[in-house]
C-alpha cells in the first residue's frame, strides 16, 4: 500500500481550517493508505506555548484525530517527540539544505511579520528551520502521499528538492512525496479578513471557527464575517470579487459534500444573511456532533496515552530503518 504522512502541530485550539484542509479526508484514506497521523510537538515550540497548555493540546489533538474517524487498528497515531529519529534526520537534511531556499519560504515570511509586529518578539531559528523538521517528518517514512492545506504546497515541494539533492548525491535513498491538496477547501479564510488564512494562532478570535466552540458563538461568528456589498447580492464563487461568500461556500461544500456551482444554483435568490443562518445551521450541526464523540475519547487520558504509545513503537521502526540508510551512504559508523 501507498504510505500516507499527515500531521497537525498542538499549537492552540484546533480549527474548521484544518479539519476542512486535512482532517476530513484521514477516515476515508485508511484502507487504501498505510497512514501516519502525527501530533507535531516538536513543531509547536516554534512558538512558545505554556508547559501546562502544550500538554493539554497534545491529549487534545489525539481525540480529535480518533473523533475524526482515524481508527488506531488500522493507522499509526503518534506524538512526534517519541520518534527521535525525526530529530536527528533533522540534522541530517540541514546539511544539505540552503539558507537561500528557506528564506524563500513564504510562511516564514508571513510569521515573521506577525510575530514582530504584534509580539514584539525576537524570531527563533526553529521557526526558520520549520520546514526542515517537516521534510524529516515526510521523509522518514518514505511517504508517497501527504494531504495537506495549501498553505503547505510550498513546504513539500522544498521537500521533494532536499529529497532529490541527497538522492542524486547518494542513490534512491528517499521517495518523493506528493501532496494531495483538494481543488476546494484548501484554504479557509479568516472570517473578517477573508484574504487571510484561517489559522489556529490568529490573536483575533473572531476570524476563526474553532472545532470547540459552542454553538452560540459559531452563530455570532458567522453572522459577522465579512462579505462585500455588490449590488446583486448573489451568491456565486469568485475569489476576487466575493472572498468572505466564496469562503463560506467552501465551508458549506465541505460540509455538506456538495459542489459549489450545484450550491451556488440551489442559492439562487437567497440573501446573504440567509445564507449565513444556513451554513451556521450545518456547522453547528456538524460541530456538535465531532465535539460530542471528542469529549467521549478525551476523557479516558491513559487511553490516548496507550495509543500514542503504541502508535510510536511502530514508527519507531520504520523510522530506524531509513535512519539506518542514510546514516550507511553518508559513511556514519552503526553504533553496533
Ligand atoms: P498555526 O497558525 O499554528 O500554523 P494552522 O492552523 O496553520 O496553525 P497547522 O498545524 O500549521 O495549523 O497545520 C495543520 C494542517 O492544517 C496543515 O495541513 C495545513 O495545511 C492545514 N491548514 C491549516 N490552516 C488551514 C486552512 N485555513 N485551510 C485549510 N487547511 C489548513
Ligand atoms: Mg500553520
Same mark, same amino acid.
Given at each position: 500500500k501507498p504510505i500516507l504522512f499527515s500531521a497537525i502541530q498542538p499549537s492552540g485550539k484546533l480549527t474548521i481550517g484544518n479539519y476542512i484542509g486535512t482532517m476530513r479526508h484521514w477516515s476515508k484514506m485508511q484502507d487504501d493508505y498505510e497512514c501516519l497521523y502525527c501530533v507535531a510537538d516538536l513543531h509547536s515550540l516554534t512558538v512558545q506555548v505554556k508547559h501546562s497548555f502544550l500538554e493539554k493540546s497534545i491529549l487534545d489533538t489525539i481525540s480529535f484525530y480518533l473523533a475524526c474517524g482515524v481508527d488506531p487498528n488500522k493507522s499509526i497515531i503518534f506524538i512526534q517527540s517519541h520518534v527521535h529519529q525525526h530529530s536527528q534526520l533533522n540534522w541530517i537534511l540541514n546539511c544539505f539544505s540552503q539558507f537561500s531556499e528557506l528564506s524563500r519560504m513564504t510562511q516564514f515570511k508571513t510569521k515573521? @511579520?506577525?510575530?514582530e509586529n504584534n509580539y514584539f518578539k525576537k524570531i527563533n531559528v526553529g521557526l526558520f528551520n520549520y520546514p526542515i523538521?517537516? &521534510?524529516?517528518? #515526510?521523509?522518514?517514512? /518514505? @511517504?508517497?502521499? +501527504?494531504? +495537506?492545506?495549501?498553505? /503547505?504546497? /510550498?513546504? +513539500?515541494?522544498?521537500?521533494?528538492? #532536499? &529529497?532529490n539533492r541527497l538522492n542524486s548525491l547518494y542513490g534512491n535513498i528517499f521517495t518523493l512525496p506528493t501532496p494531495l491538496i483538494s481543488e476546494y477547501g484548501s484554504k479557509i479564510m479568516s472570517l473578517l479578513e477573508p484574504k487571510k488564512k484561517m489559522s489556529k494562532s490568529d490573536i483575533n478570535e473572531k476570524n476563526v471557527i474553532f472545532l470547540l466552540d459552542d454553538i452560540s458563538s459559531v452563530v455570532s461568528k458567522v453572522k459577522n464575517a465579512m462579505t462585500d456589498s455588490e449590488k446583486s447580492s448573489k451568491i456565486y464563487f469568485d475569489l476576487e470579487k466575493k472572498p468572505g461568500i466564496s469562503n463560506l461556500l467552501e465551508i458549506f461544500s465541505a460540509l455538506t459534500n456538495k459542489e459549489i456551482h450545484i450550491l451556488s444554483q440551489e442559492l439562487e435568490g437567497v440573501m446573504y444573511s440567509e445564507f449565513k443562518n444556513i451554513v451556521s445551521e450545518h456547522l453547528s450541526k456538524f460541530l456538535l456532533q465531532l465535539q460530542q464523540s471528542y469529549f467521549k475519547y478525551r476523557c479516558n487520558e491513559s487511553y490516548l496515552k496507550k495509543i500514542a504509545y503504541e502508535g510510536a513503537l511502530k514508527a519507531q521502526l520504520k523510522a530506524e530503518k531509513t535512519l539506518n540508510d542514510i546514516n550507511s551512504k553518508l559513511g556514519?559508523?552503526?553504533f553496533l
Open positions: 515573521k @511579520t506577525i510575530i523538521l517537516m &521534510a524529516s517528518d #515526510i521523509l522518514l517514512y /518514505q @511517504t508517497n502521499f +501527504v494531504p +495537506v492545506g495549501r498553505d /503547505q504546497k /510550498q513546504h +513539500v515541494e522544498l521537500t521533494r528538492n #532536499i &529529497a556514519l559508523i552503526p
